[in-house]
């Protein structure tokens, strides 16, 4: 494969953990991390569980300055920018910061400061609104704030495609380095859905589990008492290398993973027939595979979108048989952020940063609810609690409302 990119740190901050190690370690536990979700000010119900963050330390990271010109997702997306950074070896002063961008999936900005702003507009009157507010409200404001807290000056973008937003952004920082426009990347996703405004919108199109009585039951995609998914607040983010970046700093990293392929596709039109849908999302892997050095037998794990929903998850195992067929029995299947919820635009973030994490321990996150509730198709669920297995690459996946589909193969590389 022609200017291979590699994966060389990984970073979170979310439920499980404000590290990418203490994430993982969490995670293993089999701990569920939803914990109850009271706000006032919600439109409609709002659901009962959520994945909540505590216990940040921005100030170690962030200056007083900057900080104050922060929405949450932006400081979110700093400190997990700085884990997956020290997670590289990176040394930003040895390197070249133009030749490093910045790529962060997004799909709700800073609610919390547009809610804020619009509340002291209507109370107050626009001379008392925070003058930051024209600056952090918007999906690219963390790739801004990003910018300023390293002074990051290479090509960079923001991504919004719902829940593909952080694998799709991976994809194109991935392609970015392979065309030579950049030598690295530090790319991922953030989300702060857990606003009241935010939710109302959320709740409006019907994606929320508003019935679910215990943090065990919020989330269950894949079975028959599946309701809806349960949302998250969270950053994940990667570090992305070309050999030449490598090279320069004398492989002072490590090597944890190589993105190999991706693809991505749409239905194409408005509430697309079941076979549309099943047949664009296979097309997205089949490209994904296609533009890659790995053959299919050679996936071991499936990261799931897991919506939630009847149609969705239909849509996605359909996918999956269509492409692999009957040797989809061979490959392990799992969606950990049903674990401690689905942070919609970081999703594909995490479950590549985990999916990553996965391949270099030797270890598959479990399915703690599927223990007690079996799965309404055929794949082969990392059913219960983690499982040692050896994994020499994955097949991430998430699909979008409106259609869209996305796929990413990673290879686990020795560290």
């Known amino acids: 494969m022609k200017n291979k990119v590699f994966v060389t740190g ?29 706000l006032e000010g919600t439109v409609g119900e709002a659901p009962p569980f959520a994945g909540q963050v505590s216990g940040m330390e921005p100030e170690q990271v962030i200056s007083k300055r900057l900080f104050k010109k922060c929405s949450r997702f932006s400081v979110m997306s700093i400190l997990a920018a700085k884990d997956a950074m020290d997670d590289a070896g990176w ?86 380095i392979r065309s030579g426009i950049i030598d690295a990347a530090i790319v991922g996703g953030a989300e702060t859905p857990l ?22 039951t919020a989330y269950r995609p894949f079975v028959a008492a599946r309701s809806g998914i349960a949302l998250a607040e969270g950053a994940a983010f990667l570090c992305l290398e070309s050999e030449r970046s490598l090279r320069k700093r004398e492989s002072t990293g490590r090597v944890r993973a190589s993105i190999q392929g991706f693809g991505f596709t749409n239905d194409g039109q408005e509430s697309a027939p079941h076979e549309e849908s099943v047949a664009q999302y296979a097309r997205a892997i089949r490209l994904a595979i296609g533009h890659s ?3 299919p037998e050679q996936i071991g794990y499936l990261s799931l979108d897991g919506a939630a929903s009847s149609r969705q998850d239909g849509i996605e195992c359909s996918a999956i048989r269509e492409v692999f067929g009957g040797s989809v029995s061979d490959k392990w299947a799992g969606c950990p952020k049903t674990s401690f919820g689905n942070t919609i635009g970081a999703a594909g973030a995490f479950d590549v940063a985990l999916s990553v994490l996965a391949m270099n321990h030797g270890q598959l996150p479990g399915l703690p609810y599927l223990a007690e509730s079996a799965p309404d198709n055929d794949l082969n669920f990392v059913a219960g609690s983690s499982r040692r297995v050896s994994v020499e690459s994955s097949l991430i996946l998430s699909r979008g409302r409106g259609g869209v589909s996305s796929a990413l193969v990673v290879k686990g590389e020795g560290l």
């Open 10 to 38: 990984v970073g979170m901050v979310g439920p499980c953990g404000n590290t990418a190690g203490g994430f993982w370690d969490g995670l293993l536990s089999g701990r569920n991390y939803m914990t109850p979700l009271q």
């Open 91 to 176: 040394d930003l002063d040895t390197m070249s910061r133009g030749r490093i961008g910045i790529f962060v999936g997004n799909n709700s900005g800073g609610w919390e400061s547009a809610r804020n702003g619009l509340r002291v507009l209507h109370n107050e009157g626009a001379p008392f609104i925070d003058p930051n507010l024209a600056s952090n409200w918007f999906p690219a404001a963390a790739q801004g704030h990003m910018s300023l807290a390293f002074g990051i000056k290479g090509y960079s973008k923001t991504v919004i495609a719902d829940r593909s937003s952080g694998l799709l952004a991976i994809a194109y920082a991935a392609r970015a």
């Open 195 to 216: 606003d009241p405004w935010a939710l109302s919108f959320y709740n409006s199109e019907g994606l929320l589990n508003l019935k679910a009585d215990s943090p065990e």
């Open 293 to 295: 050095e790995i053959q």
